[in-house]
């Protein structure tokens, strides 16, 4: 099971997701993160830091 939240990238916000699937959640996390943060280029910063 894979989980991301806001708080734990130093957002303030409560928004959390929690998937089977990594690449969705993934996805989905990064997708809110642009969106409601307007950090655009999060999921390139997020894949660097799994790499």
Known sequence: MIKYTCRDY????DFE????????AID?????ISKEHGKEDFKKDLDEKLD
């Not at 130093?10 to 916000?13: L, P, T």
């Not at 997701?17 to 969705?24: A, N, Q, T, V, Y």
């Open 28 to 32: 989905a996390f990064c997708a809110h």
């Open 10 to 13: 130093d957002f303030d916000c």
């Open 17 to 24: 997701i929690e998937s089977e699937d990594g690449i969705e």
